[in-house]
């Protein structure tokens, strides 16, 4: 402030002109841009509720939980309705803390729904801690601070920029190794009792509310062992030095009648819920029943959370996920099952694929096709791997943007259908183990960002999941990329009468497109992907 100050004002002898304002402009952007965090983040530890057993929720739970406290209750959320109405469920039902960890949250009907049920309960006196990583978060610091000076309402940017204005992109740049590091984490926990894990960021999008694109995705739920170990990676990112309160970024003071104008504003938004593809149960009756069905149908077994270890926020650290996979590929019998919205292997996976290959194991993999993906920068670098992928045996299908599963996403009084993408991630081995979580193939999943997943050893919950995976694998749903005897690429569609239909190009994609993909591929930017 000072400097800007002697900037501004300065009459030295030497400057025998006003200085432009333009320049005055650059010159206080580039101040921003090395602008750094105070000392003092004023950081309070805390943790997650310890007893959950003695919570509603986990009374509900421990009515039909087997014996053994090792074991994880798991469900698999494949469908958008249920993913969300299983979040607003358990959000209705805390009554100690509700956790929530998230990369992107929108401020569409999804991502306001939610934040009322977050900010209901902290009105009951539920402990809400909200941790938000600060890429996706421009324009938010105003209503999350706000939000956070409620007694039981606490807000956290994860890794965050500290100029917070114009030239918050500059100081980015200007400590690009530091602030490339992201946090990919999505965690949704009541009580340490009931958790959702997954792919799912939250936003009309991801629960096929969106009128113009929406993605399919998985999440698991999951209570036991599962969600003690959710809560335990929520407790350590959020007691992080990475992690800074809101109040530290955005100094501003609001007043109980803002607090309670953005209650309103909130609560107004139940007012639109008739928009969702789905019904929404508001009363506590019968969301307490949707919770019961869920518990009597939920799969006790063995499963465990793979989360990063926060020296990935220093360039150190090996990725947890790729650590369980490089344990586990050499004991791969006979298969191994992708599916992945950003694939992007390098010339380590493209080895990696052909060792299972040569030695009989089958890989299927299935990403988006360019038409459904929703970063030509990221299609820009799987592009390159395709014809690798192919030659190193793997089975490579890419999603149609017009597959039949966007009867799924139609919204209330619209009868048009929205065009589809994959935004899962998961895999499978051997039809035994499955890990759902936000795990891209990529090299920003593997070197960059911190990631979460949940590995569920069961061959009932693999069936469960290859169920969903072979239905985005079907023709009606993907396209199966070949290459024919000339060694040229090609895309093979099955028509619904048994016809075969072979593309040349990506189908559907405009030359512009397929050209700006393919410059984009020139580009030294493989790593940021």
Known sequence: MKTRNIVAHSDSDSMNHVTPAWLLAFLLLCLGGCASLPEDLEQTPSEGWAHPQQTMLGALIAE?????TSLSGVELLADPGDAFSARFAIAAFAEKTLDMQYYLWKSDLAGRLLMWRALEAADRGVRVRFLIDDIYHSGRDDVYALLDTHPNFETRVFNPMANRGAAKNLNYLANKRRLNHRMHNKIFLADNAVGVLGGRNIGNDYFGI???ANFF??????VGQGAKEAGAAFDEYWNSRYAVPIHVLHDKTYTAQDLEAQRQLLRDTLLESDALPYALAMKAEETL???KRWRDGLLWTKAHVEVDPLERFEGQGVSAIVKFVEEHIANIDSEIVIESAYMIPSEQGIASIKAQTDRGVRVRLLTNSLMSNNHVTAHSGYMKYRKDMLKA?????????DAALREHFKANDNNDEVPAGIHTKAFVIDGEQALIGSFNFD?????????IGLVVSD?????QVLEVMDRDFHPENSYRLFLNESGKLRWELQN???SITVYKHDPGASIWKRMSARILSWLPIEKEL
């Open 210 to 212: 969106d009128t113009n």
């Open 459 to 463: 061959a009932e919950f693999a069936r």
């Open 217 to 222: 995705d998985l999440d698991v739920l999951t």
């Open 496 to 498: 619904p009468d048994g």
């Open 393 to 401: 045996g793997a089975e490579l299908h890419e999603l149609r943007a």
């Open 64 to 68: 039909t939980a087997p014996e053994d």
């Open 289 to 291: 029943e949707n919770l």
């Open 443 to 451: 090299p920003r999943s593997r070197d960059l960002n911190s990631e």
